[in-house]
């Protein structure tokens, strides 16, 4: 059974960092393109950023370009994303999802998802 479980959230000030984990499990996560897609209250869930299973391509929102590093370590079968200057605007419910394609750093590219965690960012 395919299962993405999401960790790392929490509240953490303006300027600060924040490693977000998604822990793979009931496949191999070499095989699957992930995404980290983020939805705040009255906004369409976004991608955030998206790694292919290879790790050779990579995906950034505009808005977190320069500030947000998605990486893989297969032996753990997890993907974290290491997120500095955070803002509060980067307050939202985080989602990791995966697919055996990578089409895109779209929500409706994937099709396998964990259920969130909360990232508050604020003073």
């Known amino acids: 059974q395919l299962q993405l479980v999401e960790s790392g959230g929490g509240l953490v000030q303006p300027g600060g960092s924040l490693t977000l984990s998604c822990a793979a499990s009931g496949f191999t996560l070499n095989y699957y393109a992930i995404g980290w897609f983020r939805q705040a209250p009255g906004k369409e869930r976004e991608g955030v950023s998206c790694?292919?299973?290879?790790?050779?391509?990579?995906n950034y929102a505009e808005s977190v370009k320069d500030r947000f590093t998605i990486s893989k370590d297969n032996a753990k079968n997890t993907v974290y994303l290491e997120m500095k200057s955070l803002k509060p605007e980067d307050t939202a419910v985080y989602y990791c999802a995966a697919d055996r394609y990578f089409r895109a750093c779209r929500p409706v590219d994937f099709n396998s998802w964990g259920q969130g965690t909360q990232v508050t960012v604020s003073s």
């Open positions: 790694i292919s299973s290879s790790g050779r391509m990579t």
